[in-house]
């Protein structure tokens, strides 16, 4: 139904600098109009982020594909996700053949999106709770994708990163933010490189921006 929109998109992104062929795909075949409020549905292949309800958003396709890109994802990887919202960006990750375990903190998103993963047969590991601490019953990830603004890179996701992981988050301010992709070189060690510009919701939490 959507094939020629989703092809003009997969256009649009290989010519912003999308390379991998497996972001590629993967945004290729998760059908982004299963994860849009309905009445957005036809919208589901425009460049464009969308409200999903809770003052939260479907990331701009874009922004998930240089994310993921980031990640230099291969098959096998345990990646924790901060911020579930849709559930978008956790499919992508399944898809790309990663152990995906993801974090919302609203409840009636968090329930949504399980229901969503549930109806799709995605093997996704779901929790309702403050994504800012991580998940640590599972860690240490080999990748972490924070999907929303942070004002610093939380410590304490970055203890929960293996000795060579990535985790890529946008941090800045409540309105505008630079992706962080930064490498765990050793126990204290880190390396970090910059893509500018981008725009999330605020990450809330206790290790994030606090709830107004």
Not at 50 to 55: F, Q, S
Not at 98 to 113: C, K, N, P, S
Not at 119 to 132: H, P, R, S, V
Not at 153 to 160: A, E, Y
């Amino acid at each position: 139904m959507y094939e020629s929109e989703r092809d003009k998109l997969i256009d649009e992104l290989t010519s912003q600098g999308i390379t991998d062929v497996f972001v590629i795909k993967a945004i290729h075949d998760i059908p982004r109009e299963k994860f849009v409020p309905e009445a957005l549905q036809h919208q589901a292949y425009k460049n464009i982020a969308l409200p999903i309800g809770k003052g939260q958003t479907i990331s701009q396709p874009y922004t998930v594909a240089i994310m993921t890109q980031a990640l230099k994802l291969e098959k096998g990887l345990k990646v924790l996700e901060v911020g579930t919202g849709s559930g978008y960006q956790a499919a992508i990750l399944l898809n790309m053949g990663a152990q995906v375990f993801t974090i919302e903190r609203d409840f009636d998103l968090y329930q949504e999106a399980k229901k969503k993963f549930d109806k799709m047969e995605m093997n996704i590991a779901c929790m309702c709770g403050d994504g800012t601490v991580g998940w640590n019953e599972f860690a240490p990830y080999d990748r972490i994708i924070v999907t929303a603004a942070a004002p610093d890179v939380p410590k304490s996701l970055l203890k929960q990163l293996k000795i060579g992981g990535i985790i890529v988050v946008p941090v800045g301010s409540r309105t505008t933010q630079i992706m962080h992709v930064v490498v765990r070189e050793d126990e204290e060690k880190y390396s970090t490189t910059k893509i500018p510009a981008f725009q999330f919701v605020p990450l809330i939490g206790m290790n994030g921006w606090k709830d107004d």
